[in-house]
C-alpha cells in the first residue's frame, strides 16, 4: 500500500490547493490512502494570533471539507481528517476535545518547544543551546506518553538550524530519548519528504538529518514516510519518495506502510 498521513491545507497560512486537489493528485500518484493533517488550531489563552494555523473558528471548514472530499472518493481512496499538533501540556484537553469533533488522528509536530505565545520556535531553540535540545527530547516523550499521536512528524527538527558538525552528544541523547518513547509508546518516526525537497533546493541543514537516522538505525524503531505536502505537487514526486524509502531501507530501517487504522480487517 501507499499510504500518506501528512498534508495541509491553506487555512495554515503557508499552504496552496484545495482538498479536493491534494485528492487529485494522490490519485495520479497510486496513494491508497490520504490522511490530512493541517497546523492544529490553538485556543490560545493569550490572544495571540499565529501566522503559521488555523483560527479556532476556522476548524468547522476544515472538517466539512475534509468530509466532503471523503465521501466524494469513497470508492477511490481512502481519505483520514487528522491534524498535525504539538504537545503543549496545557491545552492537552484540547486535543481530547477535538478527537470528540471527529480528528481521527494527531501527528506530533513539536515545531515549538511549549505554546508558541511565549516559548521559541524548536529549531531556533535548539540551535546552539544543549538544554533546550534536552526539554525538545523529553517534550515528545511525554507527547507520546499521553498515547494521543500516531507518530512524530520530522522528529529531527530540532536539528534543523544545526551545523552537521554540532551533532553532538547532547544530540544523540535526544534522540535515543525519541526513539525509546516511539517505541514504548508503539508508534513510528517520520522521514519527512518536504524537508528532503528543502534540501534539493539548498536548505542546508534542513531535516531528514543524515546523522540523526544514521545514529538511530541502531534503535530498530519503526519509520514511516510523511511527504507533508503544502501543495498538491509534492504528492506527485515520485524520485523524492523513492528517495526517502531508499535512504530508509539502506540503513537498515523497517519502513511501515501504513497505520494501524488502515490494517486489513480480520
Ligand atoms: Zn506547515
Ligand atoms: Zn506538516
Redesign the pocket.
Known amino acids: 500500500m501507499k499510504c500518506n498521513y501528512h498534508a495541509?491545507t491553506p487555512r495554515?497560512k503557508?499552504?496552496a490547493g484545495t482538498a479536493e486537489e491534494y485528492v487529485q493528485a494522490a490519485l495520479q500518484a497510486g496513494f491508497d490512502v490520504l490522511g490530512f493533517s493541517?497546523?492544529t488550531p490553538w485556543p490560545y489563552r493569550s490572544g495571540y494570533v499565529s501566522g503559521?494555523r488555523m483560527a479556532p473558528e476556522e476548524l468547522d471548514g476544515y472538517i466539512e471539507e475534509v468530509r466532503a472530499a471523503q465521501e466524494a472518493h469513497r470508492d477511490e481512496i481512502t481519505i483520514h481528517l487528522g491534524l498535525?499538533a504539538e504537545y503543549y501540556p496545557r491545552y492537552e484537553d484540547h486535543l481530547r476535545r477535538m478527537r470528540e469533533r471527529g480528528i481521527g488522528y494527531y501527528l506530533l509536530?513539536q515545531?515549538a518547544i511549549d505554546s508558541e505565545e511565549d516559548s521559541p520556535w524548536t529549531s531556533q531553540a535548539c540551535e546552539a543551546d544543549d538544554d533546550m535540545v534536552r526539554r525538545y527530547a523529553d517534550t515528545v516523550a511525554r507527547a507520546l506518553g499521553t498515547g494521543l499521536f500516531a507518530y512524530v512528524a520530522h522528529p529531527d527538527i530540532y536539528l534543523r538550524r544545526r551545523p552537521a558538525e554540532r551533532f553532538n552528544r547532547a544530540c544523540e541523547e535526544a534522540a535515543d530519548i525519541i526513539c525509546q518513547s516511539a517505541l514504548e509508546a508503539g508508534v513510528p518516526v517520520e522521514y519527512n519528504l518536504?524537508g528532503l525537497d528543502c534540501r534539493h533546493r539548498g536548505e542546508v541543514n534542513c531535516y531528514p538529518v543524515d546523522a540523526f537516522w544514521q545514529y538511530i538505525a541502531k534503535w530498530h524503531v519503526p519509520a514511516i514516510i510523511g511527504v507533508?505536502a503544502?501543495q498538491p505537487a509534492l504528492l506527485l514526486n515520485q524520485a523524492l519518495w523513492d528517495e526517502g524509502m531508499a535512504a530508509l531501507t539502506g540503513l537498515g530501517f523497517t519502513v511501515l506502510d501504513r497505520l494501524p487504522m488502515d490494517a486489513p480487517r480480520a
Open positions: 495541509h495554515c503557508h499552504a493541517d497546523h503559521i498535525e509536530g515545531h518536504l507533508d503544502h
